[in-house]
């Protein structure tokens, strides 16, 4: 039987999976595009050299277009919070609100974007493809390597690269964002729900009585504060 040289085996086998990445990633983005609001509980990991060093958990609610509210639970109650023209991180033990215009803000949860503006991957990666070296947190998914333009257009600055894990079904299941100084932040994803009822003023920070409000750069890991 007549084989194919090696370099064209390989050739065959990466326009495939290239192939493969876009069709799964093409309805990962057709899905959430669909959706107007959307609401899962997440955790949220931080680690420093491989080393698991805290967890966080909660609720996440997002509504389009360009709005989302995370409510952490566990450990410490906290709110972050996009309205559409500010970015908002409330410290309820601390009666502080940190506050920053939205276009200003440089935050980690870039990559997920794409879940409230009906923004394709492709806008935010340069280059989307899989992973294989990346073992999936359940069995049947799919990771997927996202090379993010804001890092390559920063000077002097490395490529950053995001790996996206999406299921069967076509949802997000969890976000791994490298950090600086060997630190990394993951992101799991749960029990997703779509089109679910939320009231607009659920995406409106109303300040407490005696909260102070700070404008400012926000903590780089909601939770961490020394």
Known sequence: M?????????????????????????????????????EATFLERYRENGREVRVE??????????????????????MFLVDGKFVWFYAPDDHTATRMPAKKSDDWRTPIAFLTTGMKLARICSEVGPAPDAK??????????????????????????????????????????????????EFEFKDWEWNPALAKRLFQFEPPPGTVIVNGLLPEAPGMRQ
């Open 136 to 185: 999936p947190s359940k069995a049947g998914n799919e990771v997927y390597r996202c090379t993010l333009r804001a890092a390559e257009d920063e000077k002097g600055g490395a490529a950053q690269k995001v790996l996206f894990e999406i299921s069967p079904q076509s949802e997000l299941a969890r976000i791994v964002i490298p950090q600086e100084a060997g630190m990394q932040i």
């Open 2 to 38: 007549l084989q194919l040289p090696r370099f064209l085996l390989f050739l065959s086998l990466t326009i495939t999976a290239a192939s493969d990445a876009e069709t799964l990633v093409g309805r990962l983005e057709a899905r959430y595009r669909a959706a107007r609001t959307l």
């Open 57 to 78: 958990a909660g609720k996440a609610y997002f509504l389009r277009p360009g709005k989302m509210r995370w409510e952490y639970e566990k450990p410490e109650k906290n």
